[in-house]
């Protein structure tokens, strides 16, 4: 996997790709990151790589020149041909798609990965319309720029890749996994079937006059293993409720809902 990215700020990308996850799978030869300075694309005296929009209007927008010509000495694949090249150039804007584990593990498959980073007031249509293969959004909220929104997407998809983490179950049992062939949730270890982590707990088992439930160390998994799927549904139910729509229920879940609605109401 190769994880590119275009900014006008590449000095942001010393500490978030120098840490944790993506170091390892670059150290372990799994990933490949490189950063891409916009301005060096500008020709004029003062790197220009912003202007005023058409139609008036606040603020400044990134012009479509340097990023196009970027993109081209960067010989990535034409669009009609990236698909099959296993290459994706990605627009990170406020009106994009919204990024989710799902667009996650889709990137992940992929065997490269270009993020261009927006900033100012937005960046010139044509470089969504005619470059990038998809527009995301981290989330429905303002950011300066995208170099946020490219880090967490970088990060996100590379604890993805196959080896990455080491244990490869640890990504099964993770918030917002949804796994095939699951479905009514988690055994007594991992699969967390969209919902919400369930709660974890180590030692000691005590700490300052809280104990850990007597449920995780009495030893019986199959209790283990309800306990942890009520809790899920709990917490999922507390903070994110939206979850509900779309992860798969079992009977089993169906009726641990209505049972913890039941004694809330």
């Not at 996997?1 to 590449?10: A, D, L, R």
């Not at 996650?104 to 900033?119: N, W």
């Not at 880090?151 to 049992?173: C, K």
Request: aromatic share 6%; charged share 30%.
């Amino acid at each position: 996997m190769k994880i590119e990215i275009i900014t006008i700020f590449p000095e942001f990308f010393r500490g978030p790709l120098d840490f944790g996850i993506v170091r390892r799978a670059r150290e372990a030869g799994l990933a490949t990151t490189q950063v891409h300075d916009l301005r060096a694309f500008a020709h004029d005296r003062h790197r220009t790589v912003d202007d005023r929009p058409f139609g008036g209007g606040e603020g400044m927008v990134l012009k479509p020149e340097p990023i196009f010509e970027c993109i081209e000495e960067m010989r990535v694949s034409p669009r009609e041909q990236r698909a099959a090249a296993k290459e994706r150039v990605v627009l990170l804007s406020a009106q994009g798609k919204r990024f989710d584990q799902a667009v996650a593990a889709e990137l992940a498959g992929l065997e490269r990965i270009v993020l261009i980073c927006g900033r100012y007031e937005g960046v010139d249509e044509r470089v969504g319309e005619h470059l990038a293969d998809l527009e995301l959004s981290i989330g429905d909220y303002v950011l300066s720029g995208g170099e946020l929104g490219a880090a967490v997407i970088a990060d996100t998809v590379t604890r993805l890749i196959p080896g990455a983490l080491g244990n490869e179950a640890s990504t099964r049992q993770e918030s917002f996994t949804a796994q095939a062939g699951t479905r009514g949730g988690a055994d007594s270890t991992c699969g967390s079937g969209g919902l919400l982590d369930y709660p974890h707990y180590t030692r000691p088992a005590e700490f300052r006059g809280i104990p850990v439930p007597e449920v995780l160390v009495n030893g019986n998994h199959e209790e283990i293993r309800k306990w942890r799927r009520r809790t899920a549904l709990e917490k999922t139910l507390r903070n994110r409720p939206d979850l509900l729509h779309k992860a798969e229920l079992s009977d089993e879940d169906k009726k641990t809902l209505a049972r913890i609605t039941s004694t809330e109401i």
